[in-house]
Each structure stands twice: as structure tokens, then as C-alpha cells.
């Protein structure tokens, strides 16, 4: 696991990683500290570790623009 300074995120919060690859497969897990939201992708266990980030990363920013405009959260 590591941490990451959301760019893409307007908050700039900050997000971790934890990549589990098992057979082909790598599942990437993004959480987000300031909310607790995870989010999760699985891709090719070749793809590269910047790659498998971004996915997780834009998947995660998307679900929290969607509970902020839902009022989930603030």
C-alpha cells in the first residue's frame, strides 16, 4: 500500500493503493483518507503499476463526484 497526492481529485486528498495480483490478474484497491470510499479495478497483471493506478484513481474520483452531487457527503 502507499499513499498518493490526488491530483485529479478537487480536494487533493490524499489516496491509497493496495495491489494483490493473483494468476493474470491484478486487483487494485483506491481508497480515499478524507471520505473512507474505496473503490476497486482488476486488469492485467502485465499492465503497468502507473496504469493500474490511474484506472483505480479516475474510477474512485468518479464515485465521489456522484455522492457528492447524490449529498452523501459534503
Known amino acids: 500500500m502507499g499513499g498518493y497526492?490526488?491530483?485529479a481529485m478537487?480536494?487533493?486528498s490524499e489516496v491509497y493503493f493496495e495491489i494483490t495480483v493473483v494468476g493474470g490478474s491484478a486487483r487494485v484497491a483506491a481508497v480515499d483518507a478524507a471520505t473512507a470510499i474505496e473503490v476497486t479495478v482488476v486488469g492485467p497483471a502485465?499492465?503497468?503499476t502507473s496504469d493500474l493506478k490511474k484506472l483505480a484513481l479516475a474510477?474512485?474520483?468518479a464515485?465521489?463526484?456522484r455522492?457528492?452531487?447524490e449529498g452523501r457527503i459534503p
Do not use: C, M
Open 5 to 7: 497526492n490526488a491530483h
Open 10 to 12: 478537487a480536494d487533493k
Open 46 to 48: 502485465g499492465a503497468s
Open 59 to 61: 474510477k474512485l474520483t
Open 63 to 65: 464515485r465521489i463526484a
Open 67 to 69: 455522492e457528492r452531487r
